[in-house]
């Protein structure tokens, strides 16, 4: 139902495995981190993958998700499963508002308006009181579960993400392989014809827009639950970045690619830690070897090397 | 004291002033973007961090060499421009056949190498650098008193942006520039060298950016940041502006320096976000720019 082709499926069930597997290895904390950043490089993917949109400014739906999510739960005291909806919710309005503006360019000129648009946000995240400025909203609680499901525990928590991490990703399958996402990809290759087709290209392209950023607000909100914090980091411009070097190391336009992306960025920041400003010159490394040499990303390589479609 | 609008005259003037100052650096960055993207059809997203080594090198001249501000108001340009025609012959030239996204994802990866290089040896608090003894004090207008150096940082900036507007509109150098732009391989049939003149493009536009770096030196301090602070704004002037026109890319920049003064004047707090609504008013009425050719 989910439109995987037989060798996505057997990724998919290892990946699963390796989900379920992990937390018994890994420090679950730094597996939230990495599945919370894979739902939002996955929503990132939606666009550059198959609408062909790079969006520069995904940090501002992330950030916001990641406020709103934060500000309910601790002055709000709502159940855990309303308030990531409810990140959610802000990610898409926000999408809806700014897609409405940036979908009037397309390339080059897309990018820079949704950099520029997402700086606006981080300017009024920066002087809203609701933000808490420099601090960030800080000592969230995770809170309890449709009622009953206590979450302060981390493997708890751990499942709760690693189940939003599916559900999404199933969901962004879903939605590439439904009608509407052949429509999507028909703009991507040929935007005149489709138009000539009758099909209102900027209606399809605004609610994928709208689409991508519901989840990346999805992932920003949970990531604030899992770390109890939701500051400017955020919602500013190297987390828009680091989305774009995630998806475009895994490879762009491939399902599983932005996964791997992540995993492997954010084991890579977690060694690089300590050095500082050396994660910055790594990222930009990265950056630079996969745009001249290494386009299709690693799962793209992968795929390409087993001819199959991953 | 006289009033305007209820507000002090010389704040009033200052904040405009300032303003200019701000618009000047738009000006200079965002017509070294539209120079570059004519050319080689690719947003330079290294011109932030550029201009910051424009600043750093003029900073390196003064502490390491002894050189003073005004022979490195031309050092600096030429040791970047160098660089920058360096950086163009290994990296950037290979991606021309790309999809120009590829072009800003490449540059995007420039500027964090040369930002975090620069943070990791020079921390990000910032440097100090001394206004150049000449152009220190200020000078009595009648309405307000204007720094010296502030006032020179406007006048070179009007200087150089329309001797950039000059060589490009009225020169056969930039005849050619502008042709190739239009038609690269039909001038290259005529016998041009095209490849290089892209490379001294780049080069041109980066000079451009360092030249800016020198600039503000003594105004903001001398960081790693410095550049990333400016390029987001001039991104949203180069969207106002349209990439079409170098004469409206100057204009935007110097107008939306103002805009931004008078918005410090009257609502402060909207002051950082006021480029970005203007960029939303234009793309809503004319989303192809205000001096922009083509949709």
Redesign the interface.
Known sequence: MFGFSRAQTVAFWIMVAIIAISPFFLYPVFLMRVLCMALFACAFNLMIGYVGLLSFGHAAFFGMGSYVTAWTMKFWHLDASLAIVLGGLTGAGLGLVLGYLAIRRSGIYFAMITLALAQMIYFFCLEAPFTHGEDGIQQVPRGVLFGVIDLSSDMTMYWLTAAIFIAGFLLIHRIIHSPFGQVLKGIRENEPRATSLGYRTDDYKLIAFVLSCMLAGVAGGTKALVFGIATLTDVNYPMSGEVVLMTLLGGLGTVFGPVMGSVVLMAMENYLAEFGAWVTVTQGVIFIICVLAFRRGIVGEIGNMLKLKL | MFMIFGIPGPLLFGQVLLGLINGAFYAMLSLGLAVI?GMLN??NFAHGALFMMGAFCSWMLLNYAGIGYFPSMILAPLIIGVFGIVLEKT?IS??YK?D???G???T??????????F??FYGSSGLPYRIPEFLTGATNLGFMYMPNYRGWVVLVAVVVCFSTWAIIEKTSLGATLRAATENAPLVQAFGVNVPRLITLTYGGGVALAAFAGVLAAPIYSVNPNMG?NFI??V??V??IGGMGSILGSVITGFALGVIEGLTKVFWP?AS??VV??V??IV??TR??GLFGKT?
Request: hydrophobic share 65%; aromatic share 12%; glycine share 4%.
């Open positions: 993207f690719i947003i990296v290979r991606l790309l120009h996204l590829y800003l994802l490449l995007f990866g420039l500027a964090l190498v040369i930002e975090g290089l943070r990791n990333t987001n704004t991104f949203a180069v969207v707090q950082a976000t970005f609504l960029m939303v793309l809503l989303p192809r949709a």
